[in-house]
């Protein structure tokens, strides 16, 4: 009798699987347990396993199509044997439920097609004065509802640019000359309305009173404005890269995260002087026994000795109240290059050695970087460490993963000068020093808490027996 191989549900909240590869194909004999297709949720990915031997009779779906749990993907089988025709869904009690619908492959996105040349905007009095320098959109405004040959216009700007000023003067002017008098030229006006000089000297009362009152001139008759030049579209050559589901879930989180919690870091300086004095001493012998040392353990163990004496930072918020776990699951921040990062969980840290941190941050990265990681190892972490000096960083202020309180980053140690403070006086040393960062949720821990747990981690890395 064939087996059916269903979309597996990878997580208690995991409830789709995206086909991201099959590994076997239609007509190859595969081995119970023996790695069937690789499955791609928004948190993981990971392969799915030939629930018996036989022969691949069907495959239902191809690469790309995203399924419930449950969802019948393939048949394996003795050949000859029939299979179902179209694929179905089994329920939670293991009722056989039709598909409404037949997913299908997602089309490829089109490739934009090339820019055309922007073509040249057709110049316009708004744009520039006949050759002259460029005028502003207001002044180009006023001047069409006026009527106004701007080349008329003296201009005091920048190389003779008309402004505001220059037009408003000219208006005026406009509306002050009798009716028929010919048009006003520079050389007639008098010398407090000549542009250019500065602060405008304006006549006396009593001249102004002799002076004949002009007519006023008829309105001008409005004239729509001139559409504006519009601007030439920047056109760049760019790719677009697609969205992952992981790529997306990280975006997801860390915008829900700067959502939810108010993030507030603080920044510690240790000196690794006796860490590094004990890794460098022990380090063989761990390699000897199967374990490769690095300084994430030492971190583990220091923030697990701040978090016995400072509780609170092993918490969560809830509507009820603040939850304070009483296990330290450690989160362990691990980059997949430019997939992105997931976090893998080691559960009960506290009760490992130094040489058992060792070798499960050991069994952990390597299986994360080979996408062999499962669902549940990825949940229920009670605080992180991000290790970002890997790369270079000294010190950064990580986004705290959601539903903990707190993330520690971890810089590059490096060794630089400092000054020590000795009973013969101040001397200037070389030491081996690292920043670190605690990024909290200031609902739950004010910043002397905050404090308090960083120097508790300082003083358990400084003092190392």
Known sequence: M????????????????????????????????????????????????????????????????????????????????????????????????????????????????????????EPTPAARREGGPRISPVVAKIAAEYGI??????????????????????????????????????????????????????PTEEVLQAAPAPAAPPAPTPTPPPPLPAAPALEMPFEVIPLTSMRRAIAEHMVRSKHTSPHVTTVFEVDMSRVMAHYEVHRAAFEREGARLT?????????????KAYPIVNSTWTDEGIRVYKVYHIGLAVSLGDEGLVVPVLR????????????????????????????????????????????????????????????????????RPVVLETPQGDVLAIRPMVYLTLTFDHRIIDGAQADAFMSKVKATLENWA
Request: net charge negative; hydrophobic share 40%.
């Open 149 to 202: 040959d701007l080349s008329r216009v003296p201009g005091t700007g920048e190389g003779g640019r008309v402004t505001k000023k220059d037009l408003m003067a000219y208006i005026e002017r406009m509306r002050l000359q009798p009716v028929g008098a010919p048009a006003v030229q520079e050389a007639e006006l008098p010398p407090w309305e000549q542009p250019g000089t500065g602060e405008l000297f304006r």
């Open 2 to 121: 064939p087996t059916p191989v269903v979309m597996p549900q990878l997580g208690e909240s995991v409830v789709e699987g995206k086909i991201v590869r099959w590994l076997k194909r239609e007509g190859e004999q595969v081995q119970r347990f023996e790695p069937l297709l690789e499955v791609e949720t928004d948190k993981v990915t990971t392969e799915v396993t030939a629930p018996d031997e036989g022969t691949l009779l069907r495959i239902y779906f191809p690469e790309g199509i995203t399924l419930k749990a449950g969802t019948l993907i393939a048949m394996l089988g003795k050949p000859g044997e029939p299979v179902p025709e179209r694929p179905y869904r089994i329920g939670h009690g293991g009722e056989i439920e039709p598909l409404e619908e037949i997913p299908a492959v997602p089309a490829p996105a089109p490739a934009p097609a090339p820019p055309s040349p922007p073509s040249a905007p």
């Open 348 to 415: 009960n840290a506290d009760a490992y050695s130094l040489i058992g941190l060792a070798r499960a941050v050991q069994d952990l990265v390597e299986r994360a970087r080979q996408r062999r990681l499962k669902p549940e190892e990825i949940q229920g972490g009670t605080f992180t460490i991000t290790n970002h000096g890997i790369s270079g960083s000294l010190f950064a202020t990580p986004i705290i993963h959601q539903p903990q309180c707190a993330i520690m980053g971890v810089g590059r140690v490096h060794k």
């Open 295 to 307: 300084l994430t353990p030492y971190f583990i163990m220091a923030a697990i000795a701040a978090l």
